[in-house]
């Protein structure tokens, strides 16, 4: 596994978007535009599926060709991004649990830094079908907030951007998140989700996390004391 | 609630057999019968966790300071020498948490509780909490070090939920054991209509540290977006790329009290255990992407979602879906037992979520003459929907339902009539529900092309996974031969819409991709001279180029061949 580094924050910390905060397509959608994420998750999808169809035929299961992993890749332009169809072939999107139908951006005002106020402008758009949304917005110990950190938008259209702002005081160096609860309306029902929005403020060198302790039976453990009684 | 009929097994580790047939230890006396040896002592005890439980009013979030104090049930229980760490013996809990292990005389040992549940053969299983944010490590509750001395003795082990006064404040102890519960009733439920089901390994991913960063997408480090499940293959988005473990992925970042912790939240873990059921036990052809009662969805997005929402009830049995956040300060829901009638239609979770629950629950509401419980739902899903030559969808399912429980068949057309659902296969011929994006299915054949068939973006398009986005042809092929298939943007009028810029198709023969193609050619897209089985195909059609500003995006469709 990949230990995490202050760098990687570092990297997302000036500005953001979110896609709905489904799996996968939040790092595409920084990069590509939401159809090209459409197109990854697409390819990741059929590519799986593929697979899937050349072990049902090795199996006489039944399948759409006789040589499926062949008759894949087709048009020309396609079979010639082979190598980009690889690296396409497992971002598929994950099946999440229910949530608000919003999307949020936001940059900041320049770096954070301690004693420094920094304003962080957070645009939220909804999606079709949303009649209203609004957001409570968190900070956490080593930050502190200020400005209205309850937004509320009565009548909302989807697609359209709708911006709210709020300033951030450091009071140490560390990694952080604000932490964005949005809720949106849709009729009568009304749904969340929580969006964190990394920031780091000072410099921070990566540390290598220690491996955890294996068991006799060479299983990783993360051991949790027990209460215990006779 | 059913519950699995091998309700008393003690698993035993191999180990545990190995060290007892050596005398240096014993398999534990719950119930195999292992006598233990003269030297031999017995620990007993009953393990349990903190659950907190939702506040009565829907809103208030979870009652932290009043845990339920709740049986650890068939969780792995080890017997560990303080010394050499070797695993004495192994056993596990039974229903009310209770475990007796036979260990050496005068060890000095503590007693393990892995986040675990272990059984092998039919029924089978085997299911682990881990940490993501620490090399994938599975939970354990360690008790105290101490002799086991010369007479029986009892240790009872509880996990904590670490909550102070106002925050968490120790160790989340507790929330391995209480996600693992929840996937305890899920089994539970496919247990009571398939009492042999063997269930493919499950690893669920949980950590303090998971949180849905804006951008970021790195389960390693916590970045989790939402609690989801992920099948076979899946890539993260993290500074190396990799393949990240199957499994269900679950938030827990406090984050001050702002933050979304899920451990909790017994409808959002069996949801997503529907989707892993889905996956591993039955099929489900659903893209994926973000969705929300309310919103117009793919149809095979709208089954999927709904089925987890209907999936947790039944397990739970408990309609009223709860998810806390704000720390543990609030919480929304929706009751599948009340009908929302919000976009109601075979695009809608709700309806298909409110559908499956009146199929499966004994209440018989005006409108609701449906009362088979879970065994026939079960059936359908391992059987017909696997096999339907449709996409996965309302419409599949409740062909099959009816087909195969025909003296309901009518009281079923019923329940659909009552959430706009009108199809009369599993194709959802003669559906009236869905304006532009009827018929369901069109019918291509070959050697006719098909005009005007537009996708669109009215509702919504994020993650393309909204009514509209897509649209589905059924083919069906009568004999062996090579076809090509393409797809010219092109519209028969302007007030139909505008030519695709760069169509997309993908062929499907019951749910696996027979072929697709994706490229970039302005205007056209072609499948060329791919052979094909006799049988019936579902072409799907979509535009790359389609934007919330720019649709309806049409296309011509052909098929030719041989």
């Known amino acids: 596994m990949n230990d995490f580094t202050m760098d990687d924050a570092v990297d997302t910390a000036t500005t953001g978007v979110a896609p709905r905060a489904m799996p996968a397509a939040a790092a595409a959608m920084t990069a590509v535009t939401s159809g090209a994420a459409r197109r990854i998750g697409r390819t990741a999808i059929a590519l799986l599926a593929l697979s899937g169809v050349a072990l049902l035929s090795a199996c006489g299961a039944g399948s759409g060709t006789e040589d499926a992993s062949t008759a894949a890749p087709v048009s020309a332009k396609r079979s010639a991004a082979a190598d980009d169809a690889s690296v396409r072939m497992a971002r598929a999107v994950g099946n999440g649990k229910p949530g608000a139908a919003v999307d949020i951006r936001y940059e900041m005002q320049g770096k954070p830094t301690v004693g420094v106020p920094t304003e962080l402008e957070i645009v939220f758009v909804p999606s079709a079908g949303v009649d209203a949304l609004n957001a409570k917005i968190g900070g956490m110990d080593g930050v502190t907030l200020a400005g209205e950190l309850m937004a509320v938008f009565a009548k909302v259209e989807p697609g359209k951007p709708y911006k709210h702002t709020v300033s951030l005081l450091p009071d140490r160096s560390g990694v952080f998140y604000v932490t964005v609860t949005a809720t949106t309306q849709i009729r009568d029902q009304s749904l969340a989700r929580t969006f964190s929005i990394p920031f780091v403020v000072g410099t921070m060198n990566a540390q290598q996390k220690a491996a955890p302790p294996l068991d006799a039976a060479g299983e990783p453990i993360e051991s949790m004391k027990a209460q215990e009684s006779a | 609630m059913a519950q699995p009929s091998t309700l008393a097994v003690w698993a035993v580790s191999l180990l545990g057999l190995l060290l007892g047939g050596c ?157 693992l519960d929840s996937v305890f009733d899920a089994q539970a439920l496919i247990l009571s209509a398939a009492p042999s089901s063997e269930f493919p390994a499950l690893d669920l991913f949980w950590s303090p540290s998971n949180r849905n960063v804006v951008g970021e997408f790195c389960p390693d480090s916590g970045s989790i977006s939402t609690s989801f499940y992920a099948g076979d293959g899946m890539q993260d988005e993290c500074t190396v790329p990799g393949t990240m473990p199957s499994g269900i992925y679950i938030l827990g970042a406090f984050d001050g009290g702002a933050g979304d912790t899920d451990e909790f939240d017994r409808h959002v873990i069996a949801h997503e255990f529907g989707h892993y059921f889905e996956d591993r036990l039955s099929r489900s052809d659903s893209i ?275």
């Open chain 2, 23 to 179: 005398g240096g230890g014993s398999g534990n006396t719950g119930g195999i019968g292992f006598p233990p040896p003269s030297e031999s002592v017995v620990i007993s005890g009953r393990v349990t966790f903190d659950r907190l439980p939702f506040n009565s009013a829907v809103g208030t979030g979870l009652d932290a300071d009043a845990p339920l104090v709740s049986p650890a049930r068939r969780v792995v229980v080890e017997a560990i020498d303080e010394t050499d760490r070797s695993i004495i013996v192994s056993g596990s809990t039974d229903e009310a948490g209770d475990y007796s292990l036979s260990v050496p005389q005068n060890r000095t040992l503590f007693i393990r509780v892995k986040a675990q549940m272990l059984r092998g053969g039919a029924p089978g299983w085997e299911v682990a909490v881990r940490n993501n944010t620490n090399a994938g490590a599975l939970y354990a509750l360690d008790g105290s070090a101490a002799s086991s001395g010369t007479a029986n003795s009892t240790r009872n082990l509880h996990a904590a939920s670490g909550w102070g006064t106002t925050s968490y404040t120790g160790t989340r102890a507790a929330a391995p054991f209480a996600i």
């Open chain 2, 288 to 562: 994926g992407g973000s969705h929300g009662p309310g919103e117009q969805l793919d149809l095979r997005v709208a089954f999927g979602e709904g089925w987890g929402n209907a999936f947790a009830a039944m397990a739970l049995e408990d309609p009223l879906y709860r998810e806390s956040h704000g720390g543990v300060a609030r919480d929304f829901g929706f009751d599948l037992q009340a009908d929302s009638q919000v976009a109601e239609g075979w695009f809608s979770e709700f309806s298909v979520g409110e559908i499956l629950w009146d199929i499966f629950d004994d209440d018989n509401e005006p409108g609701d003459d449906v009362a088979l419980g879970f065994a026939p739902i079960h059936a359908v899903m391992t059987g017909a929907q696997v096999d339907t030559d449709a996409l996965t969808s309302i419409f599949s399912f409740a062909s099959a339902l009816r087909s195969e429980n025909p003296s309901h068949g009518p009281a079923i057309r019923a329940l659909l009539a009552g959430e706009r659902i009108f199809g009369t296969d599993a194709f959802g011929s003669g559906e009236t529900t869905g304006g532009q994006a009827l018929p369901v299915y069109l019918e291509v054949q070959l050697g006719v092309p098909v005009t005007d068939v537009c996708v669109r973006a009215d509702a919504g398009i994020e993650d393309g996974n909204k009514l509209g986005n897509s649209r589905f042809l059924r083919f069906e092929n009568d004999a062996a031969r090579r076809v090509t298939i393409r797809a010219d943007g092109a519209a028969t009028s302007a007030a139909v819409g505008q030519a695709a810029t760069d169509p997309d198709l993908y062929l499907f023969r019951r749910g696996a991709v027979a072929a697709f193609g994706e490229s970039s050619e302005l205007r056209v897209e072609q499948i060329a001279q791919i052979p094909l089985e006799a049988g019936v195909y579902v072409l799907e059609v979509l535009d790359f180029a389609l934007s919330s500003s720019n649709g309806p995006r049409c296309v011509t469709i052909s098929i030719s061949g041989s």
